[in-house]
C-alpha cells in the first residue's frame, strides 16, 4: 500500500464552494498534509496562493465570483507554476479548451475519488522533492583563471583565502559574465540587463568593468576587441 510521509512537508490549498466536498477533502487531507488551506471562491484562493506558501492546489472549476480557470489564468500571469488538478463535474469541451493552456496537471471529473488525488499529489510532490535536491546540490562555484574562488549561491568572493569585497553592482556584473561565460556580452547588452533601461553615463559600463578587475584581478575578464567582455574561468 502507497504510504505518503513526504505529504508532511507540504502544504495544499482546495478551492470549493460546496461546504460538504470541502470539509470532506479537508477532514482526509489534513491527515497528510502539513497544512490545508481553504478557499470557497476564485478570490479568496488568489489570494492565500500569492500570500501563503503553497505546493499544490486542489480547485474546482464552477465558483461564485470567480471560477477556477480565471482563478489559476490570474495565477500563471505571476508565473506561479504550483501544480493544479482541477476537480468539476462538466466536461464539455468549452470547458476543457479553458484549462488546457493553463498547464495543469490533471482535470478530475467528480464525484472525486480521493485515492487518485493522493496519487497524483504523491508523484508531483517526489519529482518536487527530487528537483529540490538537485538543486540543493547543484555546484555554483567557480574559480577564475587567477584563482580567485567564487560562490554565486551565498553571494562570496575570495582569493587565497581573503574575501575581496564587491558592491552589489559589481557582484552582478561578476555573475552576468559568469552566467554568460560562454559568450561574450556586449557594452550594450551589459547595461541593458544591468540597468534595465536608467540613464546612465556611456562610461558606466566601462568604469564598473574597471573597478571589478581593480579587486579580482585585471586578467580575469578578458576584453574582446569590438565586441565585450568575457570572463576567464578554469575549465
Not at 559568469?178 to 540587463?193: A, D, M, P
Amino acid at each position: 500500500m502507497e504510504t505518503y510521509d513526504l505529504f508532511k512537508k507540504y502544504s495544499i490549498l482546495i478551492a470549493e464552494d460546496d461546504p460538504i466536498a470541502l470539509n470532506s477533502l479537508v477532514n482526509i487531507l489534513k491527515r497528510y498534509f502539513k497544512n490545508v488551506i481553504t478557499a470557497t471562491n476564485g478570490y479568496e484562493a488568489y489570494d492565500n496562493a500569492l500570500s501563503q506558501k503553497v505546493d499544490i492546489i486542489l480547485t474546482d472549476m464552477r465558483m461564485p465570483y470567480q471560477d477556477g480557470a480565471d482563478f489559476i489564468e490570474q495565477l500563471r500571469e505571476f508565473d506561479l507554476n504550483v501544480p493544479v488538478i482541477f476537480m468539476s463535474a462538466h466536461t464539455d469541451s468549452k470547458t476543457l479548451l479553458r484549462v488546457i493552456p493553463l498547464n495543469i496537471t490533471d482535470y478530475l471529473v467528480k464525484p472525486i475519488q480521493i485515492e487518485k488525488v493522493l496519487s497524483l499529489c504523491h508523484v508531483l510532490l517526489k519529482k518536487k522533492a527530487a528537483l529540490s535536491e538537485e538543486q540543493h546540490t547543484a555546484k555554483h562555484l567557480y574559480q577564475l583563471n587567477n584563482g580567485v574562488h567564487v560562490d554565486l549561491t551565498h553571494k562570496v568572493v575570495s582569493h587565497e583565502g581573503t574575501m575581496l569585497l564587491l558592491t552589489k553592482k559589481e557582484f552582478e556584473l561578476l555573475s552576468l559574465l559568469i552566467k554568460n561565460r560562454h559568450s561574450v556580452l556586449s557594452k550594450t547588452q551589459i547595461e541593458y540587463l544591468l540597468w534595465s533601461g536608467e540613464v546612465i553615463s556611456e562610461s558606466s559600463v566601462k568604469t564598473l568593468v574597471k573597478k571589478l578587475r581593480s579587486k579580482i584581478g585585471e586578467d580575469a575578464i578578458e576584453t574582446v576587441k569590438n565586441l565585450g567582455y568575457k570572463i576567464s574561468l578554469l575549465s
